[in-house]
């Protein structure tokens, strides 16, 4: 609901469990009230607002006389130049290098189905547009407010216009502004690196300024453009929690500052940093949108509120995702089509839905040195073309991917020489390569051009269903050779905005092909790709035990319908550790599921593992893809849990790292489900390798081997010990309030058949359903 109360002037935006309140002060400066949990009665602007009755000490008053500071005051969209000498949200030089802008209140009017030209957005109704004006030099501040009333979200962004004769330059131009009016929060953000993307980190906000960013040109897996506040006693199940997104995917920058006077100011949106924009007359420039979302029920609350927003409001594909099989961690560039062939013929015995072809396969790439930007077929590889291989795919009864990484090009490409300044560099500098190549500059519309032509037929003439595009580099050297010197700090934001006319005009051309996007793994896990691809690859790292903080941290921000997970090989190629099948599924199962190892190369043991593995994804998958995600609680491992959205069907999965000597009783807290129905709770059938109990499997087994040996092979390679059975049924409010009371677990001085045999690494999944009318199968 949006909504001005004339009398109090005062603007009030509802959602189902939230108030945004932004009133104008007697200056006319728009301010920030409140935001938080829901009050069906709202106050005078005078009940929120904390102001001095006198000037403080070395204060600059906005008037003369009066004790009103710009710099204790909570605003929407603070500037520098005034008085407020916090962070500002915009910060605009005009033509004789004046930079001190007044924006005012003006005027204000709600507006139907808003949309942007050329930026990724959420799909709105109804439109709050606030505008504001400078008071000397008619520069025009428009900011939007959308609310997404079941989702408890709020949409901002801020459009300036120059209506005047004269050109600005805009240093700064974030797209939101909230100041809070106390900073008791911890900050929590999602941080990392290659192979170990978005780790949660969390810790009290203290005086001075934090920064979240990226210089990269990318959003990046150093620190994702999401984070949370949250009260220092909240945690995964109760207590407030402010998340923020950003629907962008190029360099961005959010602001956190704890003032002497205990106000916390948040801002965000492009990076400032190597950002300089000329406003020329009649121009306009529009911010990417900020998501903001509020909830009383800790982090799981505000976890479900961005899945469901997302899911309902941005990513554009609400169909469950396929299986796929990549051959990458099988073949890496060493393949031909026979490989390929025998790898999906096996696939498909298995129950895999569809085939992708990853690098190698066009140029003359046999390695990473060469041949990006050269989108043809290697026929020493593939003689038949991806024409022929993709029909061979497609008979088998497959659907078929292909891997491309359009935005780079290698110097050793025949792109390059014909197009140099196509790259982004100084072509009197030597450049710094990342992966041995540049990259593309989409800032350049006949770059843009030239890809879209030459993906529409790639795609057209493979018959693709399926796009994985990568991006694996950051920037640097950034220029463009086609821009004037005006013209250069504009470049990395018109890269992206680029990069999202290219993939509009893609994804209008093929609306059947599922696009994934990936960034050297997890580089470029962002809303604004999300609104073109509905899935990301998660990180290239695919142990499972790693897998389980990186998809942990992911899913704060991102549903599970976008994070894209592979079962890979038994010795993971990122960390060398040993993880048993059952619990590699078990882990990517949570997400868009798929298989990235040699299937012609596996134990009798691993074909029927999986072969199972993936009959329980499928009849589960509308669950494990789109239900309501728990992170619960829990001082050991981890515990990941989804609920159907009408509490008939649940999953749990139950994940140990190292084993720990004589375990405790272990006790589950289940959420999210009926309290007054009865549930039966199973565990899914699984298998262990003998291998991994050593000279224990001595006393398991009927007759006497020597361990290790020829004929212990043979068997453990065929024979599947299977795990303790479980079966319990209890009522919700009991598993909810007391919690699931799980078997107990191995200790060293015995074994019985109920108990859970659990070495290092070892999970479970435990299925929650309903009983109906007595029915108890």
Same mark, same amino acid.
């Given at each position: 609901?949006?909504?001005?109360?004339?009398?109090?002037? !005062?603007?009030?935006?509802?959602?189902?469990?939230?108030?945004?309140?932004?009133?104008?002060?007697?200056?006319?400066?728009?301010?920030?009230?409140?935001?938080?949990?829901? !009050?069906?009665?709202?106050?005078?602007?005078? /009940?929120?607002?904390?102001?001095?009755?006198?000037?403080?000490?070395?204060?600059?008053?906005?008037?003369?006389?009066?004790?009103?500071?710009?710099?204790?005051?909570?605003?929407?969209?603070?500037?520098?130049?005034?008085?407020?000498?916090?962070?500002?949200?915009?910060?605009?030089?005009? %033509?004789?290098?004046?930079?001190? !802008?007044?924006?005012?209140?003006?005027?204000?009017?709600?507006?139907?189905?808003?949309?942007?030209?050329?930026?990724?957005? &959420?799909? $709105?109704?109804?439109?709050?547009?606030?505008?504001?004006?400078?008071?000397?030099?008619?520069?025009?501040?428009?900011?939007?407010?959308?609310?997404?009333? +079941?989702?408890?979200?709020?949409?901002?962004?801020?459009?300036?216009?120059?209506?005047? $004769? *004269?050109?600005?330059?805009?240093?700064?131009?974030?797209?939101?502004?909230?100041?809070?009016?106390?900073?008791?929060?911890?900050?929590?953000?999602?941080?990392?690196?290659?192979?170990?993307?978005?780790?949660?980190?969390?810790?009290?906000?203290?005086?001075?300024?934090?920064?979240?960013?990226?210089?990269?040109?990318?959003?990046?897996?150093?620190?994702?453009?999401?984070?949370?506040?949250?009260?220092?006693?909240?945690?995964?199940?109760? =207590?407030?929690?402010?998340?923020?997104?950003?629907?962008?995917?190029?360099?961005?920058?959010?602001?956190?500052?704890?003032?002497?006077?205990?106000?916390?100011?948040?801002?965000?949106?492009?990076?400032?940093? /190597?950002?300089?924009?000329?406003?020329?007359?009649?121009?306009?420039?529009?911010?990417?949108?900020?998501?903001?979302?509020?909830?009383?029920?800790?982090?799981?609350?505000?976890?479900?509120? !961005? %899945?469901?927003?997302?899911?309902?409001?941005?990513?554009?594909?609400?169909?469950?995702?396929?299986?796929?099989?990549?051959?990458?961690?099988?073949?890496?560039?060493?393949?031909?089509?026979?490989?390929?062939?025998?790898?999906?013929?096996?696939?498909?015995?298995? =129950?895999?839905?569809?085939?992708?072809?990853?690098?190698?396969?066009?140029?003359?790439?046999?390695?990473?040195?060469?041949?990006?930007? +050269?989108?043809?077929?290697?026929?020493?590889?593939?003689?038949?073309?991806?024409?022929?291989?993709?029909?061979?795919?497609?008979?088998?009864?497959?659907?078929?991917?292909?891997?491309?990484?359009?935005?780079?090009?290698?110097?050793?490409?025949?792109?390059?020489?014909?197009?140099?300044?196509?790259?982004?560099?100084?072509?009197?500098?030597?450049?710094?390569? @990342?992966?041995?190549?540049?990259?593309?500059?989409?800032?350049?519309?006949?770059?843009?051009?030239?890809?879209?032509?030459?993906?529409?037929?790639?795609?057209?003439?493979?018959?693709?269903?399926?796009? $994985?595009? /990568?991006?694996?580099?950051?920037?640097?050297?950034?220029?463009?050779?086609?821009?004037?010197?005006?013209?250069?700090?504009?470049?990395?934001?018109?890269?992206?905005?680029?990069?999202?006319?290219?993939?509009?005009?893609?994804?209008?051309?093929?609306?059947?092909?599922?696009?994934?996007?990936?960034?050297?793994?997890?580089?470029?896990?962002?809303?604004?790709?999300?609104?073109?691809?509905?899935?990301?690859?998660?990180?290239?790292?695919?142990?499972?035990?790693?897998?389980?903080?990186?998809?942990?941290?992911?899913?704060? &921000?991102?549903?599970?319908?976008?994070?894209?997970?592979?079962?890979? +090989?038994?010795?993971?190629?990122?960390?060398?550790?040993?993880?048993?099948?059952?619990?590699?599924?078990?882990? &990517?199962?949570?997400?868009?599921?798929?298989? *990235?190892?040699?299937?012609?190369?596996?134990?009798?043991?691993?074909?029927?593992?999986?072969?199972?593995?993936?009959?329980?994804?499928?009849?589960?998958?509308?669950?494990?893809?789109?239900g309501k995600f728990y992170d619960l609680k829990t001082t050991e491992g981890m515990q990941f849990m989804v609920v159907s959205p009408d509490q008939?069907?649940?999953?749990?999965?139950?994940?140990? @790292?190292?084993?720990?000597?004589?375990?405790?009783?272990?006790?589950?807290?289940?959420?999210?489900?009926?309290?007054?129905?009865?549930?039966?709770?199973?565990?899914?059938?699984?298998? *262990?390798?003998?291998?991994?109990?050593? &000279?224990?499997?001595?006393?398991?087994?009927?007759?006497?081997?020597?361990?290790?040996?020829?004929?212990?092979?043979?068997?453990?390679? %065929?024979?599947?010990?299977?795990?303790?059975?479980?079966?319990?049924?209890?009522?919700?409010?009991?598993?909810?309030?007391?919690?699931?009371?799980?078997?107990?677990?191995?200790?060293?001085?015995?074994?019985?058949?109920?108990?859970?045999?659990?070495?290092?690494?070892?999970?479970?999944?435990?299925?929650?359903?309903?009983?109906? +009318? =007595?029915?108890?199968?």
């Amino acid at each position: 609901m949006l909504s001005f109360n004339e009398e109090k002037q !005062m603007f009030i935006l509802q959602s189902k469990n939230t108030t945004y309140l932004i009133g104008i002060s007697e200056t006319n400066h728009l301010l920030h009230l409140y935001y938080g949990a829901k !009050m069906d009665t709202v106050g005078d602007q005078d /009940d929120f607002l904390k102001t001095a009755p006198l000037a403080l000490g070395s204060s600059t008053n906005y008037e003369e006389n009066t004790a009103f500071d710009l710099n204790d005051v909570p605003l929407e969209a603070p500037t520098y130049g005034k008085g407020d000498y916090r962070e500002p949200m915009l910060h605009i030089e005009n %033509h004789e290098g004046y930079r001190s !802008m007044d924006f005012i209140y003006t005027s204000h009017e709600i507006l139907k189905d808003v949309t942007f030209e050329n930026l990724p957005q &959420a799909r $709105k109704k109804e439109t709050l547009k606030i505008t504001l004006k400078e008071k000397t030099f008619n520069l025009w501040l428009h900011l939007y407010y959308t609310v997404f009333e +079941d989702t408890d979200v709020i949409i901002r962004n801020a459009e300036v216009y120059n209506p005047t $004769k *004269e050109p600005f330059v805009l240093d700064r131009v974030l797209s939101a502004n909230l100041d809070f009016t106390h900073a008791d929060f911890d900050l929590l953000s999602l941080d990392g690196a290659w192979i170990k993307e978005r780790h949660i980190n969390r810790h009290p906000l203290r005086y001075g300024i934090h920064k979240i960013d990226s210089k990269k040109g990318v959003s990046s897996a150093d620190h994702n453009p999401f984070f949370a506040l949250l009260d220092q006693e909240a945690g995964k199940n109760f =207590g407030s929690v402010y998340g923020f997104n950003l629907i962008y995917s190029g360099n961005f920058e959010a602001n956190l500052e704890v003032s002497p006077r205990d106000h916390l100011r948040v801002n965000l949106g492009i990076n400032s940093f /190597d950002f300089k924009w000329q406003l020329e007359p009649n121009e306009h420039f529009v911010t990417p949108e900020v998501v903001l979302s509020y909830s009383s029920s800790g982090l799981n609350g505000m976890r479900q509120n !961005m %899945h469901n927003f997302i899911k309902q409001s941005l990513a554009q594909t609400e169909t469950l995702r396929p299986i796929k099989i990549n051959n990458w961690e099988a073949t890496y560039f060493d393949f031909n089509e026979k490989k390929l062939l025998a790898i999906a013929k096996q696939a498909k015995k298995l =129950g895999i839905e569809c085939f992708c072809l990853d690098d190698g396969w066009f140029g003359e790439r046999d390695d990473d040195t060469s041949s990006l930007g +050269d989108w043809h077929e290697n026929k020493k590889k593939l003689p038949g073309g991806l024409s022929q291989l993709s029909r061979k795919i497609k008979r088998l009864g497959l659907k078929f991917g292909l891997w491309v990484e359009p935005e780079m090009v290698n110097p050793q490409s025949t792109l390059y020489q014909k197009h140099p300044k196509w790259s982004i560099q100084n072509p009197k500098v030597n450049p710094a390569l @990342g992966r041995h190549q540049l990259i593309l500059d989409l800032s350049q519309a006949e770059v843009v051009d030239y890809l879209y032509e030459t993906l529409y037929h790639l795609f057209k003439r493979s018959k693709v269903d399926y796009v $994985k595009w /990568d991006m694996n580099r950051n920037f640097s050297d950034i220029f463009s050779q086609n821009a004037p010197k005006e013209a250069q700090g504009k470049l990395t934001h018109r890269y992206v905005l680029g990069l999202y006319r290219l993939l509009d005009r893609l994804k209008k051309a093929f609306p059947d092909i599922l696009f994934e996007s990936c960034s050297s793994g997890g580089n470029r896990f962002d809303l604004g790709m999300l609104y073109y691809m509905p899935q990301t690859w998660t990180s290239d790292n695919t142990d499972a035990y790693e897998r389980l903080k990186i998809q942990q941290g992911t899913s704060l &921000a991102y549903p599970l319908s976008s994070i894209s997970n592979h079962v890979s +090989d038994d010795v993971s190629h990122q960390v060398l550790r040993h993880t048993p099948l059952e619990t590699r599924f078990n882990v &990517a199962c949570f997400g868009v599921l798929g298989y *990235e190892l040699d299937l012609r190369k596996r134990s009798r043991f691993d074909y029927r593992t999986i072969k199972e593995q993936i009959a329980f994804y499928k009849k589960h998958r509308s669950l494990l893809q789109d239900g309501k995600f728990y992170d619960l609680k829990t001082t050991e491992g981890m515990q990941f849990m989804v609920v159907s959205p009408d509490q008939s069907e649940a999953i749990l999965g139950v994940f140990q @790292g190292l084993a720990p000597p004589n375990p405790g009783h272990q006790t589950v807290k289940i959420r999210g489900l009926d309290p007054k129905k009865m549930y039966k709770i199973y565990n899914r059938r699984q298998y *262990e390798n003998i291998k991994r109990f050593g &000279a224990l499997s001595q006393h398991a087994l009927p007759i006497k081997l020597k361990v290790h040996g020829i004929l212990f092979n043979l068997i453990s390679n %065929h024979y599947r010990f299977e795990i303790e059975r479980f079966e319990k049924i209890i009522r919700g409010d009991n598993l909810m309030h007391h919690g699931l009371s799980l078997p107990p677990r191995f200790t060293g001085t015995g074994h019985h058949e109920s108990m859970r045999l659990m070495p290092d690494f070892s999970s479970r999944l435990y299925i929650i359903k309903e009983i109906r +009318d =007595g029915n108890r199968s």
